[in-house]
T-cell receptor
Framework: NAGVTQTPKFQVLKTGQSMTLQCAQDMNHEYMSWYRQDPGMGLRLIHYSVGAGITDQGEVPNGYNVSRSTTEDFPLRLLSAAPSQTSVYFC???????????????FGPGTRLTVT | GQQLNQSPQSMFIQEGEDVSMNCTSSSIFNTWLWYKQDPGEGPVLLIALYKAGELTSNGRLTAQFGITRKDSFLNISASIPSDVGIYFCAGLFRGQNFVFGPGTRLSVLP
Protein backbone atom coordinates (compact mmCIF):
# COMPACT_ATOMS: atom_id res chain seq x y z
CA ASN A 1 0.00 0.00 0.00
CA ALA A 2 1.97 3.02 -1.27
CA GLY A 3 -0.54 5.69 -0.15
CA VAL A 4 -0.35 8.87 -2.23
CA THR A 5 2.50 9.11 -4.72
CA GLN A 6 3.60 12.14 -6.69
CA THR A 7 5.99 12.55 -9.58
CA PRO A 8 8.27 14.25 -10.27
CA LYS A 9 9.78 15.27 -6.96
CA PHE A 10 11.56 18.28 -8.48
CA GLN A 11 11.00 20.17 -11.72
CA VAL A 12 12.40 23.30 -13.35
CA LEU A 13 10.43 24.89 -16.18
CA LYS A 14 10.93 27.89 -18.38
CA THR A 15 8.15 30.47 -18.63
CA GLY A 16 5.56 29.35 -21.15
CA GLN A 17 6.33 25.64 -20.96
CA SER A 18 3.62 23.18 -20.05
CA MET A 19 3.80 20.09 -17.92
CA THR A 20 1.74 17.61 -15.93
CA LEU A 21 2.26 16.78 -12.28
CA GLN A 22 1.23 13.22 -11.58
CA CYS A 23 -0.67 12.02 -8.50
CA ALA A 24 -1.89 8.52 -7.72
CA GLN A 25 -3.41 6.81 -4.69
CA ASP A 26 -4.03 3.13 -4.06
CA MET A 27 -6.47 3.47 -1.15
CA ASN A 28 -9.64 3.63 -3.29
CA HIS A 29 -10.32 7.13 -1.98
CA GLU A 30 -13.09 9.08 -3.64
CA TYR A 31 -11.89 12.59 -2.87
CA MET A 32 -8.61 13.93 -4.24
CA SER A 33 -7.22 17.43 -4.23
CA TRP A 34 -4.27 19.57 -5.24
CA TYR A 35 -2.74 22.26 -3.05
CA ARG A 36 0.10 24.67 -3.49
CA GLN A 37 2.26 25.71 -0.56
CA ASP A 38 4.02 29.05 -0.53
CA PRO A 39 6.10 30.45 2.35
CA GLY A 40 3.97 31.92 5.12
CA MET A 41 0.70 31.11 3.36
CA GLY A 42 -0.14 27.57 4.37
CA LEU A 43 -1.71 25.34 1.76
CA ARG A 44 -4.17 26.70 -0.78
CA LEU A 45 -6.60 24.52 -2.67
CA ILE A 46 -6.19 24.55 -6.45
CA HIS A 47 -8.65 21.92 -7.71
CA TYR A 48 -10.44 18.97 -6.21
CA SER A 49 -12.42 15.94 -7.29
CA VAL A 50 -15.14 14.06 -5.40
CA GLY A 51 -14.97 11.05 -7.73
CA ALA A 52 -14.01 9.84 -11.19
CA GLY A 53 -15.32 12.19 -13.85
CA ILE A 54 -16.05 15.03 -11.39
CA THR A 55 -13.74 17.97 -10.77
CA ASP A 56 -14.19 21.46 -9.39
CA GLN A 57 -12.18 24.59 -8.71
CA GLY A 58 -10.66 25.49 -5.40
CA GLU A 59 -9.34 28.80 -4.14
CA VAL A 60 -6.55 29.36 -6.72
CA PRO A 61 -7.45 27.48 -9.95
CA ASN A 62 -6.18 29.92 -12.58
CA GLY A 63 -3.43 28.52 -14.79
CA TYR A 64 -4.13 24.90 -13.84
CA ASN A 65 -6.28 22.14 -15.31
CA VAL A 66 -7.23 18.77 -13.85
CA SER A 67 -9.04 15.65 -14.94
CA ARG A 68 -10.13 12.50 -13.10
CA SER A 69 -10.62 9.62 -15.52
CA THR A 70 -9.97 6.96 -12.86
CA THR A 71 -10.37 6.76 -9.08
CA GLU A 72 -6.62 6.30 -8.67
CA ASP A 73 -5.16 9.17 -10.71
CA PHE A 74 -5.57 12.92 -10.50
CA PRO A 75 -3.03 14.77 -12.70
CA LEU A 76 -2.50 18.52 -12.52
CA ARG A 77 -1.62 20.33 -15.74
CA LEU A 78 0.15 23.64 -16.02
CA LEU A 79 -0.82 25.02 -19.40
CA SER A 80 1.73 27.83 -19.73
CA ALA A 81 4.03 28.05 -16.74
CA ALA A 82 4.63 31.43 -15.10
CA PRO A 83 7.14 32.41 -12.37
CA SER A 84 4.17 32.97 -10.01
CA GLN A 85 3.58 29.22 -10.17
CA THR A 86 6.89 28.49 -8.48
CA SER A 87 5.76 26.59 -5.41
CA VAL A 88 5.56 23.23 -3.72
CA TYR A 89 2.56 21.22 -4.92
CA PHE A 90 0.86 18.61 -2.77
CA CYS A 91 -1.72 16.08 -3.78
CA UNK A 92 -4.02 14.64 -1.12
CA UNK A 93 -6.79 12.09 -0.88
CA UNK A 94 -9.59 11.40 1.58
CA UNK A 95 -11.88 8.41 1.80
CA UNK A 96 -15.16 10.26 1.57
CA UNK A 97 -15.53 13.78 2.94
CA UNK A 98 -19.01 14.74 3.92
CA UNK A 99 -19.35 11.74 6.19
CA UNK A 100 -18.70 12.27 9.86
CA UNK A 101 -15.30 11.19 11.17
CA UNK A 102 -13.85 10.31 7.76
CA UNK A 103 -11.73 13.40 7.26
CA UNK A 104 -8.29 11.91 7.49
CA UNK A 105 -6.53 13.42 4.52
CA UNK A 106 -3.37 11.69 3.25
CA PHE A 107 -0.80 13.87 1.54
CA GLY A 108 1.80 12.92 -1.03
CA PRO A 109 5.46 13.93 -0.59
CA GLY A 110 5.13 17.00 -2.82
CA THR A 111 6.56 18.29 -6.10
CA ARG A 112 8.93 21.25 -5.90
CA LEU A 113 8.44 23.35 -9.04
CA THR A 114 10.57 26.28 -10.12
CA VAL A 115 9.58 28.41 -13.11
CA THR A 116 12.32 30.67 -14.49
CA GLY B 1 -12.37 33.63 0.91
CA GLN B 2 -12.06 31.80 4.19
CA GLN B 3 -8.98 32.62 6.25
CA LEU B 4 -7.38 31.10 9.28
CA ASN B 5 -4.83 32.81 11.49
CA GLN B 6 -2.29 30.95 13.57
CA SER B 7 -0.20 32.19 16.46
CA PRO B 8 2.55 32.29 17.19
CA GLN B 9 4.13 32.29 13.72
CA SER B 10 7.21 30.64 15.14
CA MET B 11 8.54 29.58 18.51
CA PHE B 12 11.79 28.38 20.02
CA ILE B 13 11.51 26.25 23.13
CA GLN B 14 13.76 24.13 25.30
CA GLU B 15 13.42 20.37 25.20
CA GLY B 16 11.01 19.27 27.92
CA GLU B 17 8.90 22.43 27.85
CA ASP B 18 5.18 22.48 27.07
CA VAL B 19 3.95 24.22 23.91
CA SER B 20 0.68 26.02 23.17
CA MET B 21 -0.49 27.34 19.85
CA ASN B 22 -3.83 28.46 18.49
CA CYS B 23 -5.82 28.97 15.36
CA THR B 24 -8.58 31.52 14.85
CA SER B 25 -11.07 32.36 12.15
CA SER B 26 -13.72 34.95 11.45
CA SER B 27 -15.94 32.12 10.18
CA ILE B 28 -17.49 29.16 11.92
CA PHE B 29 -16.13 25.71 11.12
CA ASN B 30 -17.73 22.40 12.04
CA THR B 31 -14.51 20.40 11.93
CA TRP B 32 -10.99 21.37 12.93
CA LEU B 33 -7.87 19.44 12.03
CA TRP B 34 -4.27 19.75 13.17
CA TYR B 35 -1.38 18.65 10.96
CA LYS B 36 2.40 18.47 11.33
CA GLN B 37 4.77 18.87 8.44
CA ASP B 38 8.37 17.71 8.60
CA PRO B 39 10.91 19.30 6.24
CA GLY B 40 10.57 17.99 2.69
CA GLU B 41 7.44 15.99 3.51
CA GLY B 42 3.70 16.37 3.16
CA PRO B 43 1.54 17.24 6.18
CA VAL B 44 0.46 14.40 8.46
CA LEU B 45 -2.81 14.50 10.39
CA LEU B 46 -2.33 14.69 14.18
CA ILE B 47 -5.80 15.28 15.60
CA ALA B 48 -9.32 15.80 14.25
CA LEU B 49 -12.05 17.63 16.21
CA TYR B 50 -15.73 17.36 15.35
CA LYS B 51 -17.73 19.06 18.11
CA ALA B 52 -17.57 22.48 19.79
CA GLY B 53 -15.88 22.15 23.17
CA GLU B 54 -14.34 18.78 22.29
CA LEU B 55 -10.96 18.01 23.86
CA THR B 56 -8.97 15.24 22.19
CA SER B 57 -5.56 13.80 22.97
CA ASN B 58 -3.04 11.88 20.89
CA GLY B 59 -0.10 10.93 23.08
CA ARG B 60 1.57 14.14 24.25
CA LEU B 61 -0.68 16.23 22.01
CA THR B 62 -3.99 17.69 23.13
CA ALA B 63 -6.29 19.78 20.96
CA GLN B 64 -9.51 21.60 21.72
CA PHE B 65 -12.36 22.76 19.52
CA GLY B 66 -13.35 26.23 20.74
CA ILE B 67 -16.86 26.82 22.03
CA THR B 68 -17.48 29.62 19.52
CA ARG B 69 -16.44 27.22 16.70
CA LYS B 70 -14.13 29.98 15.46
CA ASP B 71 -10.97 28.76 17.12
CA SER B 72 -8.94 25.75 18.11
CA PHE B 73 -5.92 25.12 20.31
CA LEU B 74 -3.07 22.62 20.26
CA ASN B 75 -0.86 21.80 23.22
CA ILE B 76 2.26 19.64 23.19
CA SER B 77 3.56 18.48 26.55
CA ALA B 78 7.19 17.70 27.39
CA SER B 79 8.54 18.58 23.95
CA ILE B 80 11.22 16.43 22.34
CA PRO B 81 13.53 17.13 19.37
CA SER B 82 11.31 15.23 16.91
CA ASP B 83 8.48 17.71 17.60
CA VAL B 84 10.33 20.17 15.35
CA GLY B 85 8.31 21.09 12.28
CA ILE B 86 5.46 23.25 11.07
CA TYR B 87 2.04 22.78 12.65
CA PHE B 88 -0.98 23.63 10.55
CA CYS B 89 -4.59 23.97 11.54
CA ALA B 90 -7.30 23.36 8.97
CA GLY B 91 -11.03 23.94 9.01
CA LEU B 92 -13.55 22.02 6.97
CA PHE B 93 -15.33 24.36 4.60
CA ARG B 94 -18.58 23.58 2.74
CA GLY B 95 -18.49 20.04 4.10
CA GLN B 96 -15.78 18.80 1.79
CA ASN B 97 -12.88 21.25 1.35
CA PHE B 98 -10.24 22.28 3.83
CA VAL B 99 -8.88 25.75 4.57
CA PHE B 100 -5.39 25.81 6.06
CA GLY B 101 -3.76 28.31 8.37
CA PRO B 102 -0.27 29.68 7.59
CA GLY B 103 1.36 27.43 10.16
CA THR B 104 3.36 27.69 13.39
CA ARG B 105 7.03 26.77 13.03
CA LEU B 106 8.34 25.00 16.13
CA SER B 107 12.02 24.70 16.98
CA VAL B 108 13.19 22.66 19.96
CA LEU B 109 16.53 23.49 21.52
CA PRO B 110 18.39 20.69 23.31
Amino acid sequence: NAGVTQTPKFQVLKTGQSMTLQCAQDMNHEYMSWYRQDPGMGLRLIHYSVGAGITDQGEVPNGYNVSRSTTEDFPLRLLSAAPSQTSVYFCASTKSPGLAEIYEQYFGPGTRLTVT
Amino acid sequence: GQQLNQSPQSMFIQEGEDVSMNCTSSSIFNTWLWYKQDPGEGPVLLIALYKAGELTSNGRLTAQFGITRKDSFLNISASIPSDVGIYFCAGLFRGQNFVFGPGTRLSVLP
